[in-house]
């Protein structure tokens, strides 16, 4: 992967590398060397045998900590005195008038450095205040560059600030012919001169680079923080790429690079390298180390702010500002009301111009009370959620209810310099929330008050929700209940059958319909009913079932005491020594007959018959001979509501003569009205009478 890096020039003012004064002699001809005197022949000498060479300091791009360009510095390499910095002799080269001979040596062995390394190599060069009067030099560099085969657009000439106010009008035409070589413009130490802004819209800049004084001391000077932020977005907003010069600690580092610069330059990055290393300098890669926010506040308040220029950014929050759906506003330190959208404007009833400048008390004299306490305590640094303010609506009527959220407003230091406030009319919501709790405590008193138990399950038959009447009824807990814990109340005995049911429901769909036996806090078992209808989703398939348990231990009572009581009677009305016949009021017909009433009439067990017809079947007379009507027999006159007989009576069928003792009575329901008829038949030896008529 290639990589751009970029070459920086050698210090050209005083103290631009060490940051220390420059110490000059005003002696023609001389300068000073650690206390030792040099002419300009010692330097000419020097420039003949190569002794000033270039060294390469690392530019490094801080959001990958790659490097991204190197700055060449210029240092002479004295045979007895050792390595010597610019600051000693950089001003007597421009003095003296050797300084081109210094700039095409140093210059000549950095591109030729570079244009033999496997990647591309980015270089910069500080141009001499001195140098930007000479119209030849962009021609001067340009013949370095063809003869090291360095290619130009890989090269950035950095220029201080103090060089422009020289001769502008120069520095205008060799800006432009090194822009049209295809080199970049860097503006150096920007801030420390005094009509920066008008340089950068005179002389096409690509580059801006933000003086090490205000690096040095950005982590301590809310200042110095300020400046730098104001310089990295004025760059960034010019589309101009941002260095910082002379980062030392990583605190620095992480500053600039929350504060959205490109590139960082110094110690923190690596000194600067000879021609030797250059290939190792090239390899180098600086690793961010983590950062506690506790140690660094000012984290906190760039997170999530990385991306995007700051102009592009204050477009995008104001955007979002605007076009909020809760009412916004920025206090400052002092209350006083510095934005708002147009959303709390129609919350607080008043026009939005009418907000600028004016604290809350000036605003709101009424409301003030309930919120200056949460400002100040903003002001302190307190986050303050989700607090409910009730006021009269501006427009009259009912009051209205606002939820309102302060949070400190934090400058890159961390230090507080506003609040923001965020305001949402929530009247119909609290409403709507009312309405629906009353609604959810009428629904609740109805479940609590319904006999039955609601219950929700899933499709296995896992219980999910259960009314509070089954802890009530069983005493299990919440935690005891769900899942498969609620047939634990069941009686032993019911529950593999219980089990079976549901499954059978599970996989057919058909409604649930359970019993069994559950215990109740006192020990004793009650019996209950289960039933539950499935809810399907659009492919039948079951999502859950809704049901509800009722006891019906009380009914089941009742019915096992009838079903004894019918059995007790059942054996009674087969053991009678006398025929029961039991008629249906409404058409007559015989529901029962006991085995006596068959033997009497064989005909009851051959077919189903009315008693009109079984008795119509038959002559019936009296004891005098008399042949009785239908409505003179005893269970006609029952049916009308009356006891009737015992009458004796001579029943002639076909061969056959019984002669019977008959009785009939009426059965009544709840409401006194005939159900039905019981008929007595009982057998009789001949009535003398009879016998008597008979003989006659």
């Known amino acids: 992967m290639n990589m751009r890096l970029w070459l920086a020039a050698w210090e050209v003012r005083r103290g631009h590398l060490e940051g220390k004064p420059w110490d000059a002699l005003i002696c023609k001809g001389q300068g000073k060397i650690t206390g030792m005197l040099f002419t300009s022949t010692d330097a000419q000498r020097a420039l003949a045998l190569g002794e000033f060479v270039p060294y390469y300091q690392p530019v490094v791009v801080l959001r990958s900590g790659q490097v991204d360009h190197f700055e060449v510095l210029a240092r002479w390499n004295h045979p007895t005195l050792g390595m010597i910095m610019p600051k000693d002799f950089i001003s007597v080269a421009e003095r003296d008038g050797w300084i081109g001979d210094l700039m095409h040596a140093v210059l000549g ?116 923080r300020k400046i730098v932020a104001a310089v990295v977005g004025l760059g960034q907003s010019l589309g101009l790429t941002t260095v910082a010069e002379g980062v030392e600690t990583s605190e620095q580092d992480e500053m600039l690079l929350w504060l959205g610069c490109d590139r960082g330059q110094g110690w923190l990055y690596g000194k600067p390298a000879v021609s030797e290393n250059l290939s190792d300098a090239l390899k180098f890669e600086y690793v961010r180390q983590p950062i506690l926010p506790a140690l660094n506040p000012w984290r906190q308040v760039f997170r ?66 309930l919120i200056r306490g949460h400002i100040e305590r903003a002001l302190r640094g307190e986050s303050i959620p989700n607090v409910e303010v009730v006021r009269a609506a501006p427009t009259g009527g009912d009051k209205v209810t606002l939820l309102i959220s302060y949070e400190p407003a934090l400058d890159e230091g961390g230090e507080v310099i506003g609040v923001s406030i965020a305001a949402q009319d929530i009247s119909d919501l609290k409403r709507s929330i009312q309405a629906r709790q009353e609604s959810e405590d009428h629904f609740r008193y109805m479940v609590e008050l319904n006999p039955q138990i609601p219950f929700i399950i899933d499709p296995e038959g896992r219980a999910l929700q259960v009314s509070r009447g089954w802890a009530g009824l069983t005493g299990m807990k919440e935690e005891e209940w769900r899942g498969y ?74 019915e096992d005491a009838l079903r004894k009581c019918e059995a007790q009677l059942q054996a009674i009305f087969e053991a009678a020594p006398f025929g029961l016949v039991i008629q249906d009021a ?7 007959a006991n085995s006596e009433a068959h033997s009497i009439f064989p005909d009851l067990s051959t077919r189903e018959m009315k008693m009109a017809n079984l008795l119509s079947d038959n002559k019936v007379m009296n004891v005098q001979g008399d042949v009785l009507g239908l409505s003179q027999l005893p269970s006609t006159i029952a049916l009308h509501g009356q006891k009737s007989g015992p009458v004796e009576v001579v029943c002639e069928g076909i061969g056959t003569t019984r002669h019977l003792s008959m009785a009939a009575a009426p059965i009544r329901s709840l409401d006194g009205s005939v159900d039905g008829v019981v008929t007595v038949l009982q057998r009789l030896e001949k009535p003398r009478s009879y016998r008597n008529r008979l003989q006659g």
Not at 325 to 354: H, M, T, W, Y
């Open 586 to 592: 409404s058409d007559g017909s015989i529901t029962m």
């Open 109 to 224: 062995q950095a591109f030729a450095a570079a244009a033999v390394q496997p990647v591309p190599v980015c270089l910069a060069v500080n141009i001499s205040p001195v140098q930007l009067h000479d119209l030849g030099l962009p021609k001067q560099i340009a013949r370095i560059a063809e003869s090291a085969r360095f290619p130009l657009s890989q090269l950035t000439i950095e220029v201080i600030e103090s060089a422009l106010t020289d001769n502008m009008e120069h520095a205008l035409i060799i800006a432009n012919e090194l822009h049209a070589m295809g080199c970049k413009l860097s503006l150096d130490d920007f801030g420390t001169g005094y009509s920066s802004l008008l340089h950068l819209q005179s002389l096409p800049f690509d580059e801006l680079k933000v003086d090490r004084s205000f690096i040095g001391s950005m982590t301590q000077r809310r200042e110095s």
């Open 485 to 558: 814990g609620w047939l634990d109340a069941l009686h032993p005995e019911d529950v593999e059958r219980t089990r079976q049911t549901l499954l059978l429901c599970y996989a057919t769909g058909d409604p649930m319909d359970a019993q069994y036996r559950v215990r109740a806090p006192g020990g004793d078992w009650r019996w209950m009913r289960a039933r539950a209808q499935a809810r399907l989703d659009e492919h039948g398939k079951i999502l859950c079932w809704y049901g509800g348990v009722e006891d019906i231990h009380d009914r089941k009572s009742a």
């Open 304 to 369: 999530g702010r990385e991306e995007g220029l700051p102009a592009q950014r204050l477009a995008q929050l104001q955007a979002v500002f605007d076009g909020s759906p809760v009412g916004l506003a920025f206090l400052d330190k002092n209350s006083r009301c510095v934005n708002l959208n147009q959303r709390l404007a129609d919350i607080d009833g008043i026009p939005v111009e009418d907000h600028f400048g004016k604290t809350v008390q000036e605003l709101f004299p009424e409301l003030s009370p």
